[in-house]
């Protein structure tokens, strides 16, 4: 049996997301990096539209930004599996880090 993902890693998109109203006003940047296991052929390029897409919408948390990238996938592709890293590269705070974010992993129960 084979298992084949598709990936986008560390795409850089602009998005209005985040609990402070500056965050959701002037928007944030963010790294998405994404991973699709599905029976279906998936279309990097397609995939690559669908982040642009969600990431032009407003969010108070990362994590709705993940939700809406996860539904908007499996109506599309109807995965096995898929992984969702999401990382703040500005944040607007005093920080001693490069990035802070969320990873999600969601499966398909069988």
Known sequence: ?????????????????????EERELGV??????????????????????????SAQTFTYIEDFQDQLLDEIKN??????????????SIPFQHSFERAGVELIWKREE
């Open 76 to 89: 599309k592709w109807n995965p096995k599996k898929v992984m969702i890293k999401i990382a703040k590269i």
């Open 29 to 54: 940047q963010a790294e998405v990096s994404v991973k699709v296991t599905s029976d279906e052929f998936v279309d990097y390029q397609e995939l690559h539209s669908l982040i642009l897409r969600v």
């Open 1 to 21: 049996m084979k298992v084949r993902s598709v990936f986008i890693e560390k795409m850089k998109v602009h998005v209005k997301c985040g609990v402070y109203k």
